[in-house]
């Protein structure tokens, strides 16, 4: 394992068995996360994000495969291969996951005090020293801008969705993991609450040094916290690269369809383009690149043949067999 990585994903497939058949969420996914930085995964809804997640804590659904060669390497350890005690202990400790519709989680029959306590108690192992722990808690509250003695002793429904979502996050971060992953994690929140709760993270990130993986359907909200973003399209990654490259030198198309159907911060709707077409369904995927349907440079190689995820240049990786032609053109200008 390269020694910037927190996480290496290689060769990861999860299947859902459902009444149709097999439906493959996540598909062959290669993905680093390196130590200290923030990441982001951007893809449409349904692209299998939240499966990828899940994965990575080893949470499974009942009626998902892991396949065989799977690998999430965690610190050198293949996540799949561990104990439950060693996975109990891995979550919370030394990963937490912060998901959409996480506020819902609280408990809404004790206060916040006691939840936190909880969640320390349950979480923590002989030798931990639970005050120093303890301690922690009116500094993350702070750190979420929330005034500890008013939210301590609340109950979930005397809290706004905002302070909610943010005593979770505090939550997440109080047996001091070394990632945090967000899925979704303002979604669910209005676009004010949103940006506060980003201004947050990227807080946190800078006083803590926590490493995070940012999920998002939303490539602008991930390209203010993010450095690297991974954009993920029908179970598969297909670019990866700086906040930069993917805004400025893309070489996906699907990368540049994304970008340019983003409204522009000037306003200016006429410049918006929408992807024509819809993501496939994952019970019925295209042969070859599954973007060719919708995609402006396929030819009859992508119609048949799938395209690796190759490193271009250093640290900027695409699966596209096209993607020298795109450069050419200018497209990305
Ligand atoms: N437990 C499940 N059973 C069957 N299909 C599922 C299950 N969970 C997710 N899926 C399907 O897997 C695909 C990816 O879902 P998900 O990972 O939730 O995507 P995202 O988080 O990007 O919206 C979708 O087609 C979804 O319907
Ligand atoms: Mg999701």
Redesign the pocket.
Same mark, same amino acid.
């Given at each position: 394992m390269n020694e910037e990585n927190i996480i290496e994903v290689r060769n990861l497939i999860a299947d859902? $068995?459902?009444k149709e058949g097999i =439906?493959r969420?996540?598909d062959h996914v290669d993905l680093d996360i390196k130590k200290g930085k923030v990441t982001g995964l951007i %893809? $449409?809804?349904?692209? %299998?994000?939240?499966?990828?997640?899940?994965a990575l804590l080893n949470l499974n659904?009942?009626? $998902?495969y892991i396949r065989e060669g799977s690998q999430v390497n965690f610190k050198g350890r293949n996540i799949f291969s561990l104990s439950a005690e060693e996975l109990r202990r891995l979550r919370w400790r030394e990963a937490a996951l912060v998901f959409q519709a996480a506020q819902n989680s609280l408990n809404p029959t004790i206060t916040i005090k006691e939840q936190m306590l909880d969640t320390i108690e349950a979480h923590l192992d002989h030798g931990d020293a639970l005050s120093k722990k303890k301690g922690r808690i009116p500094k993350l509250l702070e750190m979420v801008r929330l005034e500890p003695e008013r939210v301590l002793k609340s109950f979930p429904h005397e809290l706004s969705g905002g302070m909610k979502q943010r005593t979770v996050i505090a939550m997440a971060l109080l047996l001091d993991p070394e990632i945090l992953i967000l899925? $979704?994690p303002t979604t669910a929140l209005d676009m004010i609450t949103q940006s506060y709760i980003l201004d947050i993270f990227a807080d946190i990130h800078e006083k803590l040094g926590v490493t995070m993986f940012f999920?998002t359907?939303d490539l602008s909200l991930a390209a203010k916290l993010a450095e690297r973003l991974a954009i993920?399209y029908a179970?598969k990654i297909l670019e990866v690269g700086s906040v930069e490259e993917i805004f400025y030198k893309a070489y996906h198309p699907y990368t540049i369809g994304l970008i340019k159907s983003m409204p522009s911060i000037i306003g200016d709707l006429s410049q918006m383009k929408p992807i024509p077409g819809l993501p496939p369904?994952? =019970?019925h995927k295209p042969s070859g690149c599954l973007f060719h349907p919708r995609c402006p440079e396929a030819t009859e190689e992508c119609k048949k043949v799938e395209p690796k995820l190759i490193e271009i240049e250093k640290g900027h990786l695409v699966a596209c067999h096209k993607y020298s032609n795109v450069k050419e053109k200018g497209m990305r200008s």
């Open positions: 859902f $068995e459902v =439906l969420s996540v %893809g $449409e809804s349904g692209c %299998g994000k939240s499966t990828l997640v899940h659904a009942p009626n $998902e899925d $979704e999920v359907h993920m179970g369904n994952l =019970l």
